[in-house]
């Protein structure tokens, strides 16, 4: 067998190996490329919230359009239907049903609830001031809601009760049910029952909501649900909406990516077979990338597919240099310097690799694979495969004018100090907003659909979950016991107007040993009949008329203990499963928090806080502030970047002189690549852009697609003889405008990160090619001695 043959032997078989890794690789489009591969405690802490904590399963539901009586109907009768889908654990609309289930939950069990069921509540003296209290509230403008009560709970635990449980704004009532301020939306809230991690979970509780308002807006009559409209928001319905953004993203622009530059090679090769060649590379190495990723990651994420579109940016240059500059001496005077240009290549991205940022490292290692399998099938099975028929378009006409062009540009290159002087300058001006350190930088999602969360999350009332205590435990009960004990602590600093307010698991469900406490708490029939007549004295009361608070307590004291099977059917079920979590380490309590007057907390109201968590060493607990927290993550992720592109940068420098062994040619190569890396960050700055952990990224690739341009430059100009200057230079051309439009095309994504990626390698390795030809040396005679420098 020939060894073009074995070659192309060895490629078919890596081909099906790759395609069969692909094809039963794990794809994912959530949260996970952003999280660390190993995290700290409190990490981990944030990790599990973002992906299953309360504020992650929350669906925020409006109906708009129509009259308020109309979106009232289609209110309860959308909720009436998802109340009844296993998907969902919670579906709340204000409507009089759902709420007189909880009232009655809390009436019923109001002596184990009540935090103020204690000894000294039931002697003479505590009953005597409680029932003093509830009289004088039945003057109050709360007397209608004691009124009906107070026979049956004349000491107002019910109301102590709703008290606690409702320390923020609700929303508006409207015909019954729940609605906007300015009423014109109809306002739900749903939580689904799976983690907000499971996106194909998340997707169906969105379309089981549609095909229900769908199924409720179909009984009601044309004329009167005319511009009836659904509107969603909350994190499962931004989950599922990134991730069909991705997808649809990667594929419009790797089709249209791919189909500019066939059309571009087309055009300049004239010949067919040579774009189909031309494709085989590309395909390669993103095959080969996608196969490495699967197998050093559990999932391949979409940004990393994403990704991938840029290697035909830079994949394909590897044909053109094949095809335009001759293949016939391929091997001795072009391979060698692209050889080099994709070990510097490879130093640049390996040194993502060691990245605790997953996607960092995702994209390290797809581009080292799959740029080093690009150039593999270049050298070793593309040439084998080239008719000796084979004719292109002979460049050599463009390329001599292309090269008079570079000799008149070479006379001005002096006007080239402006460039990083305008640069340093745009930087300097903006030293201070440069970054971008918050995770938002990231967010796919459109501005409106984030201002329509804001919206409806301040209109419904909805928790905007950014402050969390997270108790961890053993097991349940000792979780409910942290949060019971966090609740004291937590409560002074409300009363003392440190915090708005807290949620708190034991609230809808006390541990067991404060059950049995409240329950001793009550005395006997006899003992409590007795203490009553003693504590009504100077009351307008008679005893017989509380005849049936003296049944209620003594049914509450003998009744079992409460447990979450009795919550069932209530809203309240949802808020205590929503505030319990169990982890691989055991079980964690939730406590939201809220500022008193705003969404965030002050700097001494966070310290107060964690004063008071540090004083309660029985419990384990943490605050998170997880705006703060992810920030923090994703500034972490920023720096090391930062720290690894210069290490790379560094590499490739190392590497460059080993193999130039002139430090006036490792100049010549890396002063265009630096002067392209500093004006492309000048001018994002300059244009109001902040950088990002993906325009980091993207310098690298400056830095990788132009090592190849600036080292042609250097081979042409150290050893003449090693190529036709035309027609190195006319597939630099081509090989740079291939790679704008790959670039040029994801400057126009709808992602941010491949967005970010575009506006800086596009016009960077415009400049990278515009800097080599300028800074180059121009050829030695063909007489000089080789390698001279």
Partial sequence: ??????????????????????????YTADLSAFLPRSPSATQRLLIEQLRTGPAARLILVALEGAD??????????????????????????????????????????????????TPQRFTVTGLHAAIADSLDLLASPEGALVKPLFTRDPT??????????????????????????????ALLIAQTRAAGSDIDAQQAACQAIRRAFAASLATIPAAERRGTALLMSGPPVFAVASRALIKGEVMRLSGLSAALTALLLLCVY????????????????????????????????????????????????????????????????????????????????????????????QLGLYSVTGLVAAALVTRFVLPGWVPRTLAIRDLSAPGERLARAVQKLRGVRSALVLAPLLAGAALYVHRGTLWNRELSALNPIPAADQALDEQLRAQAGAPDVRYLIVASAPDRESALAAAQTLGARLTPLVAQGVLGGFESPARFLPPLAVQRTRRASLPAAAELSARLQQALAGLPLSATRLQPFLLDVERARTAPALTSADL?????????????????????A????????????????????RAALAQERSVHAALLDLK????????????????????????????????????????????????SVLVVAGLLVALGERLTILHVVGMLLIVAVGSNYALFFDRSSARPRSGSVPLTLASLLVANIATVLTFGVLACSRLPVLADLGSTVAPGTLL??????????????????????
């Fill in 1 to 26: 067998m020939t060894r073009p043959g074995a070659a192309g032997l060895i490629w078919a078989l890596l081909v099906i190996i790759a395609a069969a890794i692909v094809a039963r690789a794990t």
């Fill in 68 to 117: 308020a009586r109309t979106r009232a109907r289609l209110s309860v009768q959308l909720a009436r239907q998802l109340r009844s889908d296993p998907r969902f654990i919670a579906v709340n609309n204000g409507d009089a049903a759902s709420l007189e289930r909880d009232r009655e939950f809390l009436f019923r069990h109001r002596y184990l609830l009540s935090a103020t069921v």
């Fill in 156 to 185: 107002g635990e019910t109301l102590t009760i709703l008290e606690a449980l409702g320390p923020g704004p609700g929303p508006r009532t409207s015909e019954g049910v729940w609605s906007s301020r300015d009423g014109a939306r």
């Fill in 270 to 361: 004239r010949s067919p077979p040579a774009l189909l060649l031309t494709l085989v590379p590309i395909a390669s190495g993103a095959l080969a990338g996608i196969a490495a990723v699967a197998l050093g990651f559990d999932a391949v994420h979409g940004i990393t597919l994403g990704f991938g579109i840029t290697l035909i940016g830079e994949a394909v240059d590897y044909s053109i240099y094949l095809f335009i500059q001759g293949a016939a001496h391929w091997r001795h005077s072009v391979w060698p310097t692209i050889r080099l240009g994709v070990l510097t290549s490879i130093c640049g991205f390996a040194a993502l690799l060691p990245s605790a940022f997953p996607g960092l490292a």
């Fill in 568 to 588: 069932e059917g209530t809203s309240l079920a949802a808020a205590a499963e929503g505030l319990l979590a169990r982890s691989a380490g055991g079980w964690s």
């Fill in 590 to 609: 939730l406590l939201p928090v809220s500022a008193v007057a705003s969404a965030d907390l002050s700097g001494s109201a966070v310290a107060r806080v």
């Fill in 628 to 675: 703060d927290e992810t920030d923090r993550l994703y500034s972490g992720y920023l720096s090391e970047a930062v720290k690894l592109a210069v290490a790379g940068f560094g590499a490739i420098m190392l590497l460059l002189w080993v193999a130039l062994r002139s430090l006036v040619r490792v100049a010549r190569v890396v002063a265009p690549l630096a002067l």
């Fill in 768 to 789: 990278a090619l515009l800097f080599s030809a300028l800074l180059a040396r121009p050829p030695a005679p063909p007489d000089a001695a080789p390698g001279a420098s």
